[in-house]
């Protein structure tokens, strides 16, 4: 079978099948070792982002300049996506002046409206309902520590946001065991569960961090408040009381798991000081790996 990435937008992790997956990944492990080909020589790719970000634009902007392109930066401040001006007239715009455009949004379904109007590839840098680039960064991860996603036993403590969504397909795709533990009225999405399910692997919902845990080679978290959420910040801080992951937690997986947080961190809400700084913590290698997984996404994206 070939695969081929070419000019394809990537909005979810589902949008891609097992065998692409796997095939982002081995090209994100060769590059990081050997060469990177220079297939956006001449190129120019925008970054339209509404919200914060310190590692998804660091890493798309050298991700770019190392592959021979010219990364343009929008911030919250500037693009107004339909506000000062209609998605589609912004996606119409840009693409009569770049070859892609990779978009941090507020609702998902903006970024779908910017793909129907563009006429270039759009890369999800983030959006309310999945953080696909953040999942090829973790997975890559997970393969690099564990030696295979096949098997593993992923645990998910805390809230079914965006970025445990693009990680439950992803990882279940290729054949993980993924547990995510969160409290009432904060699961997964139904129709995220749904395709879990059905992509291999296998997938569990549950309550109790405890039982999640149990047994993890992978012990992951996230932010209760995800950006765009702020005002819901003390309502969700007492819903997810108990969804800290401490050390006794970690105690709970195996011995050699390992723990991953996308950070930013808040630090002594969902994760305490001495579990993220502690050896069993992989938060800068993984953030690392964002580089390497969206370096190797670009180059199959935009392949000569
Ligand atoms: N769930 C977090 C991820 C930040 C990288 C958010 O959406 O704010």
Same mark, same amino acid.
């Given at each position: 079978?070939?695969?081929?990435?070419?000019?394809?937008?990537?909005?979810?992790?589902?949008?891609?099948?097992?065998?692409?997956?796997?095939?982002?990944?081995?090209?994100?492990?060769?590059?990081?070792?050997?060469?990177?080909?220079?297939?956006?020589?001449?190129?120019?790719?925008?970054?339209?982002?509404?919200?914060?970000?310190?590692?998804?634009?660091?890493?798309?902007?050298?991700?770019?300049?190392?592959?021979?392109?010219?990364?343009?930066?929008?911030?919250?401040?500037?693009?107004?996506?339909?506000?000062?001006?209609?998605?589609?007239?912004?996606?119409?715009?840009?693409?009569?002046?770049?070859?892609?455009?990779?978009?941090?949004?507020?609702?998902?379904?903006?970024?779908?409206?910017?793909?129907?109007?563009?006429?270039?590839?759009?890369?999800? &840098?983030?959006?309310?309902?999945?953080?696909?680039?953040?999942?090829?960064?973790?997975?890559?991860?997970?393969?690099?520590?564990?030696?295979?996603?096949?098997?593993?036993?992923?645990?998910?403590?805390?809230?079914?946001?965006?970025?445990?969504?693009?990680?439950?397909?992803? &990882?279940?795709?290729?054949?993980?065991?993924?547990?995510?533990?969160?409290?009432?009225?904060?699961?997964?999405?139904?129709?995220?569960?749904?395709?879990?399910?059905?992509?291999?692997?296998?997938?569990?919902?549950?309550?109790?961090?405890?039982?999640?845990?149990?047994?993890?080679?992978?012990?992951?978290?996230?932010?209760? &408040?995800?950006?765009?959420?702020?005002?819901?910040?003390?309502?969700?801080?007492?819903?997810?009381?108990?969804?800290?992951?401490?050390?006794?937690?970690?105690?709970?997986?195996?011995?050699?798991?390992?723990?991953?947080?996308?950070?930013?961190?808040?630090?002594?809400?969902?994760?305490?000081?001495?579990?993220?700084?502690?050896?069993?913590?992989?938060?800068?290698?993984?953030?690392?790996?964002?580089?390497?997984?969206?370096?190797?996404?670009?180059?199959?994206?935009?392949?000569?």
């Amino acid at each position: 079978m070939t695969v081929s990435l070419k000019n394809r937008s990537f909005l979810s992790i589902s949008d891609l099948i097992a065998e692409e997956l796997s095939h982002v990944l081995s090209t994100a492990a060769k590059q990081k070792k050997g060469k990177m080909p220079q297939v956006l020589a001449g190129k120019s790719i925008a970054l339209l982002f509404e919200k914060p970000s310190l590692r998804t634009k660091a890493s798309f902007d050298v991700a770019v300049d190392q592959l021979g392109g010219h990364p343009i930066y929008f911030g919250p401040q500037e693009i107004g996506l339909g506000q000062r001006e209609s998605i589609s007239d912004v996606a119409q715009t840009t693409s009569r002046f770049v070859q892609g455009i990779i978009a941090r949004v507020f609702t998902h379904s903006s970024i779908v409206e910017l793909t129907k109007h563009s006429t270039v590839p759009v890369i999800n &840098a983030l959006s309310d309902g999945e953080h696909p680039c953040q999942a090829l960064a973790d997975l890559l991860t997970i393969h690099e520590k564990k030696g295979g996603l096949k098997g593993v036993r992923i645990a998910f403590i805390g809230d079914g946001n965006n970025v445990a969504s693009s990680l439950a397909q992803g &990882a279940c795709m290729l054949g993980a065991d993924f547990v995510i533990a969160s409290p009432v009225g904060y699961e997964l999405p139904k129709a995220v569960q749904t395709t879990a399910k059905k992509s291999g692997g296998s997938f569990l919902q549950v309550t109790d961090p405890k039982d999640a845990v149990k047994g993890a080679d992978v012990v992951y978290t996230d932010v209760w &408040a995800s950006m765009g959420q702020e005002k819901d910040s003390a309502q969700r801080a007492n819903a997810f009381k108990g969804y800290g992951v401490t050390s006794e937690l970690m105690a709970l997986a195996k011995k050699d798991a390992i723990f991953m947080h996308d950070l930013p961190a808040h630090r002594g809400e969902e994760v305490t000081d001495a579990v993220i700084d502690s050896k069993q913590s992989v938060v800068f290698d993984q953030a690392e790996n964002r580089l390497h997984a969206q370096r190797a996404l670009l180059s199959l994206i935009f392949a000569k």
